[in-house]
């Protein structure tokens, strides 16, 4: 017997449920009820353009992108006291765009971007939005030898559009470029923090039981290593503030 919705069936005459299942059916209303207090709306998401072009990354907007998103390229950065993370090195980042195989990056108009008041919105439907246009809101990249393996990197939404399914589009987004080159060993590096959403995505622990090593030494440069938990990781020389 095939069931629509997972209920009973019931004829014209009117039926009483049974007990469980009215008690049930009251449970739900409670929950419904007591859940549509707390849930909020988000506001809708902004028109999106999403690009793959490396020549689209400006580097000083994203360098703006990662100071908004708090994130940080280095693995010791200077932390002021507020809690940020020193901004990133422009020219760094630039060596660093322009030696990734894939780069993602999403732009999007929005609202406090628009001159005007109540036109804003009608304006902003209007005009579709483009690289040049658009501000940038999302970014992520990936390392590869485009032949065996690939690393995704620095996949980021500014605070204010997250939840929306942006980040999910730009990992689906590097993930398609990659096995389209017939990449499909591919790793994500991601803090604990990010690791729930990067399961939501697809990712895991490694079937093989590898994990990740990072140099720690150089002959006898003990001044140059730094204890993080049960790790000794290498650490640069310091930067001039």
């Given at each position: 017997m095939a069931v629509v919705g997972g209920g009973y069936?019931?004829?014209?005459?009117?039926?009483?449920?049974?007990?469980?299942?009215?008690?049930l059916n009251a449970g739900r209303s409670s929950i419904n009820h007591h859940h549509g207090?707390?849930?909020?709306?988000?506001?809708?998401?902004?028109?999106?353009?999403?690009?793959?072009?490396l020549s689209h990354v400006n580097p000083v907007q994203l360098r703006d992108l990662y100071s908004s998103c708090n994130h940080s390229c280095h693995r010791f950065p200077n932390v002021f006291p507020d809690g940020r993370v020193e901004p990133v090195d422009v020219a760094k980042l630039?060596?660093?765009?322009?030696?990734?195989?894939?780069?993602?990056?999403?732009?999007?108009s929005l609202p406090e971007n628009l001159d005007g008041g109540g036109g804003g919105d009608w304006y902003r439907k209007m005009i579709p939005v483009t690289p040049f246009s658009g501000q940038l809101v999302g970014f992520g990249r990936a390392v590869s030898d485009d032949g065996l393996t690939a690393s995704i990197y620095d996949v980021m939404v500014i605070?204010?559009?997250r939840g929306r399914g942006i980040g999910r589009?730009?990992?689906q987004r590097i993930i398609r470029l990659l096995t389209n080159k017939g990449v499909y060993d591919i790793a994500a590096l991601c803090s604990d923090e990010e690791m729930e959403f990067f399961k939501a995505?697809?990712?895991?622990?490694?079937?093989?039981?590898?994990?990740?090593?990072?140099?720690?030494r150089s002959g006898n440069d003990d001044d140059m290593v730094k204890s993080a938990g049960r790790k000794l990781l290498m650490v640069p020389p310091l930067r001039k503030s």
């Open positions: 069936h019931f004829s014209s005459k009117l039926q009483t449920l049974p007990p469980a299942v009215q008690i207090h707390r849930r909020r709306r988000r506001p809708p998401t902004p028109p999106i353009f999403i690009s793959t072009n630039r060596i660093a765009i322009s030696h990734s195989s894939v780069v993602v990056s999403v732009f999007a605070p204010s559009l589009m730009i990992l995505c697809g990712f895991g622990d490694d079937i093989l039981g590898s994990t990740t090593m990072m140099y720690s």
